[in-house]
């Protein structure tokens, strides 16, 4: 069965370090999403890309946190410089276009991100 | 703007009682409806699906109808097992997904 895959599994960092984080959503999958999860709370967009094409980063830090899907395939999330307050969990999620942006959202593993 | 409200809890229940997590949303257009289901320490995996008003999506013993009147999409399950312990997100799909903020489940034997 096709899965979206997020590497690495777990990441710990020091405060003012950089980290990325690597998806690989389900092949034909255009859209692309990356959300911020919070022990506790629900997931949080920070970004969704349409093919290679940011279509709403309204909520993604954008002093420190980027994002690209330059082939519009696989996507990488980097933070630089990380800070105490980044500790999440990083879930991406890929969907097909289908009816309009209605398809269901297919999510990975995620990422454990500790900033010590 | 869209966005889902569910109910909070933790939630604990003994094995095969009935379950009911409620959920009611706002949105422009009509949006798709969705419950994920996520067991600790992994990403979201969707339980069940509905694409318009009036649509039962049901998965697992797990149900919810698409209530348009009264914007809701509760979900229910006659009878639930240790195993369904994790956390419910119901969700929507219009321009983007929102989530609520999910309610955590544990079932006691």
């Known amino acids: 069965e096709a899965e979206v895959a997020q590497s690495p599994r777990y990441k710990i960092t020091e405060k003012s370090q950089a980290v990325a984080f690597w998806c690989d959503p389900i092949s034909g999958h255009a859209t692309l999403y990356w959300y911020r999860q919070i022990l506790g709370q629900g997931p949080e967009l920070l970004v969704q890309f349409q093919d290679e094409s940011v279509v709403d980063d309204s909520q993604l830090p954008k002093d420190r946190f980027s994002a690209e899907r330059l082939k519009g395939v696989d996507s990488t999330l980097k933070i630089q410089p990380a800070e105490l307050g980044d500790s999440a969990m990083y879930l991406c999620?890929?969907?097909?276009?289908?009816?309009?942006?209605?398809?269901?959202?297919?999510f990975g593993q995620g990422t454990r991100l500790t900033v010590v | 703007g869209d966005s889902v409200t569910q109910m909070e809890g933790p939630v604990t229940l003994s094995e095969e009682a009935f379950l009911t997590i409620n959920c009611t949303y706002t949105?422009?257009?009509?949006?798709?409806l969705f419950w994920y289901v996520q067991y600790p320490g992994e990403g979201l995996q969707l339980l069940l699906k509905a694409t318009k008003a009036d649509d039962k999506g049901s998965n697992k013993g797990f149900e919810a109808t698409y209530r348009k009147e009264t914007t809701s999409f509760h979900l229910e399950k006659g009878s639930v097992q240790v195993s369904d312990s994790a956390v419910y997100f119901c969700?929507?799909?219009?321009?983007?997904?929102?989530f609520g903020t999910g309610t955590s489940l544990t079932v006691i034997p």
């Open positions: 969700a929507l799909s219009g321009n983007q997904f929102y």
């Open positions: 999620a890929s969907s097909l276009i289908g009816d309009g942006l209605r398809a269901e959202a297919f």
């Open positions: 949105a422009t257009g009509y949006p798709s």
